[in-house]
Protein backbone atom coordinates (compact mmCIF):
# COMPACT_ATOMS: atom_id res chain seq x y z
CA UNK A 1 0.00 0.00 0.00
CA UNK A 2 1.31 4.08 -0.83
CA UNK A 3 -0.52 6.35 0.26
CA UNK A 4 -0.87 9.78 -2.28
CA UNK A 5 -1.53 13.47 -1.27
CA UNK A 6 -2.30 15.42 -4.26
CA UNK A 7 -3.55 19.58 -3.91
CA UNK A 8 -6.67 19.92 -5.78
CA UNK A 9 -7.75 24.09 -5.89
CA UNK A 10 -10.70 22.84 -7.46
CA UNK A 11 -12.57 20.90 -5.51
CA UNK A 12 -14.03 23.73 -3.66
CA UNK A 13 -17.43 21.94 -2.15
CA UNK A 14 -19.10 18.41 -0.86
CA UNK A 15 -20.17 17.27 -4.20
CA UNK A 16 -17.04 18.03 -5.52
CA UNK A 17 -15.50 15.56 -2.87
CA UNK A 18 -18.10 13.03 -3.93
CA UNK A 19 -17.23 13.04 -7.43
CA UNK A 20 -13.66 13.13 -6.74
CA UNK A 21 -14.00 9.80 -4.68
CA UNK A 22 -16.10 8.35 -7.27
CA UNK A 23 -13.78 9.16 -9.99
CA UNK A 24 -10.61 7.69 -8.15
CA UNK A 25 -12.46 4.79 -6.36
CA UNK A 26 -13.65 3.44 -10.09
CA UNK A 27 -9.84 3.00 -11.04
CA UNK A 28 -8.26 -0.66 -10.64
CA UNK A 29 -5.74 -0.57 -7.49
CA UNK A 30 -7.72 2.70 -5.70
CA UNK A 31 -8.05 1.03 -2.04
CA UNK A 32 -9.19 4.24 0.22
CA UNK A 33 -10.02 7.86 -1.04
CA UNK A 34 -9.31 10.95 2.05
CA UNK A 35 -10.32 14.52 0.25
CA UNK A 36 -11.08 17.58 2.10
CA UNK A 37 -13.00 20.53 0.01
CA UNK A 38 -11.81 22.77 3.28
CA UNK A 39 -7.87 21.91 2.68
CA UNK A 40 -8.02 21.05 -1.20
CA UNK A 41 -6.19 18.43 -1.42
CA UNK A 42 -7.28 14.24 -1.12
CA UNK A 43 -5.15 11.17 0.28
CA UNK A 44 -5.44 8.35 -1.87
CA UNK A 45 -4.47 4.61 -0.75
CA UNK A 46 -3.22 2.67 -3.67
CA UNK A 47 -1.91 -0.50 -5.12
CA UNK A 48 1.37 0.70 -6.66
CA UNK A 49 1.16 -2.76 -8.72
CA UNK A 50 -1.90 -1.85 -10.13
CA UNK A 51 -2.50 1.85 -10.48
CA UNK A 52 0.38 4.68 -10.89
CA UNK A 53 0.17 7.97 -9.48
CA UNK A 54 0.19 9.68 -12.68
CA UNK A 55 -2.90 7.86 -13.85
CA UNK A 56 -4.51 9.33 -10.94
CA UNK A 57 -3.17 12.96 -11.72
CA UNK A 58 -4.52 12.24 -15.44
CA UNK A 59 -7.71 11.13 -14.29
CA UNK A 60 -8.96 14.35 -11.96
CA UNK A 61 -6.76 16.82 -14.68
CA UNK A 62 -9.25 15.21 -16.93
CA UNK A 63 -12.55 16.16 -14.33
CA UNK A 64 -11.10 20.05 -13.87
CA UNK A 65 -9.85 19.54 -10.24
CA UNK A 66 -6.13 19.61 -10.53
CA UNK A 67 -5.93 23.53 -11.98
CA UNK A 68 -6.97 26.65 -10.01
CA UNK A 69 -10.41 27.61 -10.74
CA UNK A 70 -10.42 30.54 -12.97
CA UNK A 71 -12.36 33.34 -11.37
CA UNK A 72 -12.31 37.03 -12.33
CA UNK A 73 -10.63 39.40 -10.21
CA UNK A 74 -13.24 42.34 -9.12
CA UNK A 75 -12.08 45.59 -9.79
CA UNK A 76 -11.28 48.11 -6.56
CA UNK A 77 -12.54 51.04 -9.18
CA UNK A 78 -15.96 52.19 -9.15
CA UNK A 79 -18.01 51.89 -11.67
CA UNK A 80 -18.30 55.45 -12.19
CA UNK A 81 -14.45 55.58 -12.70
CA UNK A 82 -13.64 52.75 -14.84
CA UNK A 83 -13.82 55.16 -17.92
CA UNK A 84 -14.72 51.94 -19.74
CA UNK A 85 -11.27 50.75 -19.28
CA UNK A 86 -11.31 46.68 -19.49
CA UNK A 87 -12.73 46.30 -15.89
CA UNK A 88 -14.53 43.50 -14.22
CA UNK A 89 -17.36 44.25 -11.84
CA UNK A 90 -20.61 43.88 -10.50
CA UNK A 91 -22.63 45.88 -12.78
CA UNK A 92 -23.29 48.25 -9.52
CA UNK A 93 -25.76 50.54 -9.91
CA UNK A 94 -25.50 53.79 -8.40
CA UNK A 95 -27.94 56.70 -8.93
CA UNK A 96 -27.41 60.19 -8.30
CA UNK A 97 -30.46 61.92 -6.95
CA UNK A 98 -29.90 59.17 -4.13
CA UNK A 99 -25.66 59.48 -4.02
CA UNK A 100 -25.36 55.85 -2.73
CA UNK A 101 -25.07 52.32 -4.50
CA UNK A 102 -28.36 50.82 -4.53
CA UNK A 103 -28.48 47.45 -5.42
CA UNK A 104 -25.66 44.98 -7.05
CA UNK A 105 -26.74 42.36 -9.81
CA UNK A 106 -24.47 40.17 -12.11
CA UNK A 107 -25.52 40.03 -15.65
CA UNK A 108 -24.79 36.02 -16.87
CA UNK A 109 -25.38 35.17 -20.08
CA UNK A 110 -27.93 32.34 -21.06
CA UNK A 111 -25.59 29.85 -22.66
CA UNK A 112 -27.12 26.89 -20.34
CA UNK A 113 -24.03 26.68 -18.15
CA UNK A 114 -23.66 26.88 -14.32
CA UNK A 115 -23.25 30.21 -12.88
CA UNK A 116 -19.57 29.28 -11.74
CA UNK A 117 -16.85 27.35 -13.70
CA UNK A 118 -18.06 23.74 -11.38
CA UNK A 119 -15.55 21.38 -12.26
CA UNK A 120 -17.38 18.34 -13.20
CA UNK A 121 -20.98 19.76 -14.02
CA UNK A 122 -21.44 20.64 -17.97
CA UNK A 123 -25.10 21.86 -19.30
CA UNK A 124 -28.12 19.81 -18.20
CA UNK A 125 -29.60 17.91 -21.21
CA UNK A 126 -32.77 16.43 -22.09
CA UNK A 127 -32.57 12.75 -22.05
CA UNK A 128 -33.19 12.75 -25.69
CA UNK A 129 -29.79 14.61 -26.40
CA UNK A 130 -27.78 11.87 -24.25
Known sequence: ?????????????????????????????????????SFHVAEIMIDPEKVESKALEEALDKAGYIDPLPLSIESELAV??????????????????????????????????????CPGMGPIRTMEEV
Open 1 to 37: METITLSLPAMYADHHVKEVRRILLEMQGVEDVYASS
Open 80 to 117: TEANEEDVFFRHTAAFEQVGSVVSFGQEVPTSQRPLWP
